[in-house]
């Protein structure tokens, strides 16, 4: 298990007032099984993470175990840590170029398909998508 999840399980515990004991007691899980999961001996399970970022009032944790999986890795972008108002900010720019791709974004999907000549154009709006997709949820998580 990824360190920054790890971290991330005992920061957020602690953020929400619980002691490893309360915690486990609201996880429904013994105190042993909790200590395992943060010092990275066990895998969490899926449910347990969803417990614990509703409990914890941290659904970051869910996004940081997505990320440990293999898919998660593949699918999901890092994030960075970042203030408000630089989130905020990046996040108004990935709008921006986003508002800037409309037209050719209409252009092509106009015919349900994506010819030889659009498919550089194409692969920008991606790469454009992407990266709004990670200033979001950076602008997302930020407390």
Same mark, same amino acid.
């Given at each position: /298990? &990824? &360190?920054?999840?790890?971290?991330?399980?005992?920061?957020?515990? $602690?953020?929400?007032?619980?002691?490893?004991?309360?915690?486990?007691?609201?996880?429904?899980?013994?105190?042993?099984?909790?200590? &395992?999961?943060?010092?990275?001996?066990?895998?969490?399970?899926?449910?347990?993470?969803?417990? /614990?970022?509703?409990?914890? $009032?941290?659904?970051?944790?869910?996004?940081?175990?997505?990320? $440990?999986?293999?898919?998660?890795?593949?699918?999901?972008?890092?994030?960075?840590?970042?203030?408000?108002?630089?989130?905020?900010?990046?996040?108004?720019?990935?709008?921006?170029?986003?508002?800037?791709?409309?037209?050719?974004?209409?252009?092509?999907? /106009?015919? &349900?398909?994506?010819?030889?000549?659009?498919?550089?154009?194409?692969?920008?709006?991606?790469?454009?998508?992407?990266?709004?997709?990670?200033?979001? /949820?950076?602008?997302?998580?930020?407390?």
């Amino acid at each position: /298990m &990824n &360190n920054e999840f790890l971290n991330a399980l005992v920061m957020h515990r $602690n953020n929400a007032g619980l002691t490893q004991e309360q915690a486990s007691e609201k996880l429904c899980i013994s105190g042993r099984s909790l200590i &395992n999961y943060e010092m990275g001996r066990t895998n969490v399970p899926d449910d347990i993470v969803n417990k /614990m970022s509703q409990i914890y $009032n941290a659904p970051i944790l869910g996004y940081y175990w997505l990320r $440990n999986t293999q898919t998660g890795k593949s699918i999901l972008p890092a994030l960075a840590k970042s203030s408000l108002s630089e989130s905020g900010l990046c996040f108004l720019d990935g709008l921006n170029t986003a508002n800037e791709c409309r037209a050719d974004v209409i252009k092509i999907c /106009m015919d &349900n398909k994506i010819d030889a000549s659009e498919q550089p154009r194409f692969k920008k709006i991606v790469e454009a998508s992407k990266d709004l997709m990670k200033t979001l /949820m950076n602008f997302t998580f930020i407390k």
